[in-house]
């Protein structure tokens, strides 16, 4: 997973072949395919793997704050840390994503697996928008399509300046969906959201 990852994040989804990947770790070509059908079902495992350490990494301070506009700024911190300790999981995520169309011409894994992060997103925000600790004028599917898309820039932008000050990006990004999605109401209520059955990264 690791040699896959990397590699993708290196010279691209189109040239990271099975070959490539095993050249990589000093492997042969079989033995990749000895446990992988193919390339498909190697980039699916490669998603898997990075949905789950994001989640392993997200989760706990998601889970630890305990208002609206806690949770949202620990969703962003938590997710952007993640890319800056891990940029090249972002980067190959990026590059699967753009390349992430199966033989049958369907969305691959990756597709899935960012729009569970859309929909568990969602979920956050309409419970804290029912709680009354968000704004209620806000389209909660549209306000986690935009949470998204600012994080994901970020694995972009990082393919040609790997000298990004990601902390300094994460703390403006949350300013803004803060100030975006704040309820005028004082935030005293406190509820825990229960732990989401979707993909938190």
């Known amino acids: 997973m690791a040699a896959a990852i990397d590699t993708i994040a290196e010279v691209g989804y189109a040239r990271a072949s099975l070959g490539r990947i095993a050249e990589r770790i000093g492997i042969s070509r079989g033995l990749i395919s000895y446990h992988f059908a193919g390339k498909d079902e190697l980039i699916a495992q490669v998603v898997a793997e990075v ?7 997200m989760w706990p301070p998601i889970f630890a704050a305990s208002t ?3 949770v949202l700024r620990a969703y962003i911190e938590s997710s952007l840390a993640f890319t800056r300790e891990h940029p090249n999981y972002k980067i190959a995520m990026i590059e699967i994503a753009r390349n992430d169309v199966g033989a049958d011409g369907q969305p691959g894994p990756s597709s899935a697996a960012y729009e569970e ?4 997103l969602e979920d956050l925000l309409a419970h804290f928008q029912a709680a009354g600790q968000l704004r209620a004028e806000f389209d909660p599917r549209a306000m986690a399509i935009a949470i998204r898309a600012a994080i994901d820039a970020v694995g972009s932008r990082l393919t040609f300046d790997r000298n990004l000050d990601i902390d300094h990006y994460a703390t403006e990004i949350a300013n803004l969906f803060e100030l975006a999605t704040r309820s005028d109401e004082p935030d005293t209520h406190r509820s825990t959201p229960s732990r989401p059955e979707r993909s938190a990264s």
């Open 51 to 57: 949905v789950d350490q994001g989640k392993e990494h």
């Open 68 to 70: 609206g506009s806690g």
């Open 117 to 120: 992060a859309i929909r568990n």
